[in-house]
């Protein structure tokens, strides 16, 4: 009767333990995805302020990058100038690979910015991943450079499949409205950190498909030793003015794909 009893107790104490481990699921595995370009993605962290931003979304980003400044598709393809592109979508595992070519490509290598972008969508896809280019932006002296880059991407994008997200449109757009709140660096070609919390809210959004409101003012990270490490910090009026930029802007993201 005692071991009866013993066994009883054991069978209905231990039925709260399965159902509660059944109800436990494994985190979703983060989105993959590789950043390839110049110092247009390496200016303030842009990669590590979309994982940041996606966090407070509730998404999971993974990023990498392999930049090289002034360097263009046709350098990463031939491994030229210290790239290790190729290699490391070779190595597979990515889901998205972001390319942005050189900022006057477009303009004056027209030819490879489109054999280049062709031979790296076909590539990544071998792989399983997707494309994604990073339209960039015209120059601060020279608003007249914005039809002709953005016409570009958009028809490289049309022509492979890949996707397109129009950083350079939305800078313009934003530039229209508050001039005020300057994208561009001194050098009038390169991103200020406003410029750069504007295009990572570009790709939070494309991303996760999800509003950006929630995406805070001031972002930070925390190095290999646990020390903060701070990405960026807009004003309260610059903030709140880029979320809802491109909340209104018409951008298309993956969960409408």
């Known amino acids: 009767m005692i071991i009866r009893s013993l066994f009883i107790l054991l069978l209905f104490t231990s039925i709260p333990l399965v159902a509660e481990e059944a109800q436990t699921e494994p985190a979703p595995e983060p989105i ?39 360097s263009n598709l046709e350098q990463h393809w031939k491994q030229e100038v210290g790239t290790q592109t190729l290699a490391l979508i070779q190595k597979g595992g990515w889901d998205y690979v972001v390319f942005n070519n050189h900022s006057m490509s477009t303009i004056e290598t027209s030819a490879s910015f489109f054999e280049y972008g062709k031979k790296f969508v076909e590539l990544v896809e071998s792989q399983g991943g997707k494309a994604v280019f990073y339209m960039t932006w015209a120059r601060e002296f020279n608003k007249l450079m914005l039809p002709t880059i953005s016409g570009s991407y958009r028809q490289l994008a049309k022509d492979t499949g890949a996707y397109v997200v129009p950083v350079g449109e939305l800078w313009m757009q934003s530039l229209s409205l508050h001039p005020e709140y300057r994208l561009h660096a001194d050098d009038g070609s390169h991103p200020s950190p406003q410029g750069t919390y504007l295009t990572a809210l570009a790709f939070t959004k494309f991303f996760t498909g999800e509003s950006v409101q929630a995406v805070p003012n001031a972002l930070q990270t925390k190095d290999e030793f646990g020390q903060n490490l701070y990405l960026n910090h807009m004003q309260y009026n610059e903030g709140n003015y880029f979320r809802m930029l491109v909340d209104s802007f018409q951008l298309t993201t993956l969960s409408k794909d």
């Open 32 to 70: 993959r995805v590789l950043f390839v370009g110049n110092s247009y993605t390496y200016y303030w962290n842009l990669p590590q302020t979309v994982t940041k931003m996606a966090e407070f979304l509730g998404h999971r980003i993974y990023t990498e990058q392999s930049t090289v400044g002034g």
